[in-house]
């Protein structure tokens, strides 16, 4: 079987590999003019700069781990690291583990009673489809549902969790088949941010050196049944004709291209809504306090479009060169960005409300990520369904909007589609 993958991203190059390793012949286009899209790793005055996804969760023995090791992709863990929330005009220590958070001032004491009983709650069976927020609530109390979640997520999802269906983050629904999530993370065992050597660009740069057929400046533009059952595929000129096409793509370019062939389909992922954000990387003499640090998110009643910021050169120590410390501010995203958060001086402003002691940059670069996150909304699920079910034989799409939002949850979600 032939197989045609038009999107050059970390989705489309795992499947292709995938397909390969079963003895297939696959093709991927790309219409960038290198592979990756958003997950690219880009120089920057004596070290580099993160675009998409700053790590990946990795855990022995899982589909991330057989990936890397498969396609000899060397890692590295910085550890645990620490990590806040601002609340109440203040950072505050996130506990490395849940049940350290007993002992947080980020929740009330009746709160983390309330938590305390999750493993006695009734699991709940899939369908309706439960939001985000709803689901926390239900599980683990209105406190964690309405004090912590909220940053957590804005954090991820640059979006309210009041708006978000729980399969914006997979794993809940997971662990709560087992019978609590409690029991459902005991079992899964903990996973470490792991950050692949030379930046998180290297693995689809690696998994393209691995694949046989890869054209990056190709562009599809028209997508077409065939009488015999097989695909053609117009763009940039060129003509391919294939047993199945898999559409790689963000919900709303694939919705372009299925336009005629598959129009259920189609409308469907244009239904689907993205969130932009602008990112903010900075480089600053360092400081103790964020020496071992993975960064802080804001409570977003706070943050007024400021939603965080990350410590990449603690992450990763090539990113910034010795003794300078690099940060990476989100802003925006479906909070909205106010007027003094347009410019450089906005965003430090609002850095140093947090960290009174940090200086002013040595280094600053700004870059918008236009459409980059999928904002599953609650309806997420029958819009998938819908997309799915309206593909006709031969045609198939994959995306983060449909296996969920992490590095992880796309590598084990094409793992068990190959």
Same mark, same amino acid.
């Given at each position: ?200 660009? !290297? /693995? @689809?740069?690696?998994? =393209? +050196?691995? *694949? ?7 562009? #599809?533009? %028209? $997508?077409? &049944? ?21 559409? !790689? /793509? @963000?919900?709303?370019? =694939? +919705?372009? *291209? ?7 389909? #189609?409308? %469907? $992922?244009? &239904? ?147």
């Amino acid at each position: 079987m032939s197989t045609l993958i038009l999107g050059g991203g970390v989705t489309g190059l795992a499947a292709a590999w995938h397909l390969q390793q079963r003895g297939q012949a696959v093709e991927v286009w790309e219409a960038g003019s290198s592979v990756g899209g958003w997950m690219k790793t880009l120089p920057w005055e004596g070290g580099h700069f993160e675009t998409g996804p700053q790590g990946v969760l990795w855990q022995k023995g899982t589909a991330v781990d057989r990936l890397f090791s498969a396609i000899d992709l060397p890692f590295k863990s910085p550890g645990t690291g620490a990590r806040w929330v601002g609340k109440g005009g203040r950072l505050i220590p996130v506990p490395a583990s849940p049940p350290s958070l007993m002992f947080s001032s980020l929740m009330t004491l009746g709160a983390k009673l309330r938590m305390m009983a999750e493993p006695f709650i009734p699991v709940r069976g899939a369908e309706p489809e439960e939001g985000l927020s709803a689901f926390i609530e239900r599980r683990l109390g209105r406190g964690v549902a309405t004090e912590l979640l909220p940053a957590m997520v804005a954090g991820v999802l640059a979006a309210p969790a009041d708006i978000l269906s729980v399969d914006a983050i997979p794993k809940l629904r997971q662990w709560e088949a087992t019978g609590s999530l409690v029991n459902g993370i005991r079992k899964s065992g903990v996973s470490h941010m792991v950050v692949p050597e030379g930046g998180m660009g !290297a /693995l @689809p740069i690696q998994l =393209a +050196a691995r *694949l046989a057929d890869v054209r990056t400046g190709l562009r #599809a533009e %028209a $997508l077409e &049944a065939m009488p015999d059952g097989r695909w053609r595929v117009r763009g940039g000129g060129e003509v391919r004709e294939a047993d199945r096409v898999v559409l !790689a /793509l @963000p919900a709303f370019e =694939a +919705a372009l *291209l299925l336009g005629s062939a598959a129009p259920q389909s #189609a409308a %469907a $992922l244009g &239904a689907i809504p993205y969130t932009s954000v602008d990112l903010w990387h900075s480089r600053h003499a360092a400081l103790p306090q964020l020496k071992d640090s993975f960064g802080f998110l804001i409570h977003p009643p706070e943050g007024r479009g400021y939603l965080g910021s990350l410590v990449p050169s603690w992450m990763d120590p090539q990113s910034a060169p010795d003794g300078l410390m690099q940060l990476r501010s989100f802003i925006g995203g479906a909070f909205g960005k106010p007027a003094d958060l347009e410019t450089w001086e906005g965003v430090q402003a609002r850095l140093q409300h947090w960290i009174p002691t940090l200086a002013a940059p040595l280094a600053v670069r700004h870059e918008r990520a236009e459409r980059a996150i999928p904002r599953p909304e609650l309806g997420h699920r029958a819009r998938v369904q819908a997309a799915l079910a309206g593909l006709p034989a031969g045609l198939d799409w994959l995306s983060n909007a449909r296996f969920g939002p992490g590095v992880r949850d796309i590598l084990e979600g094409l793992e068990s589609w190959a």
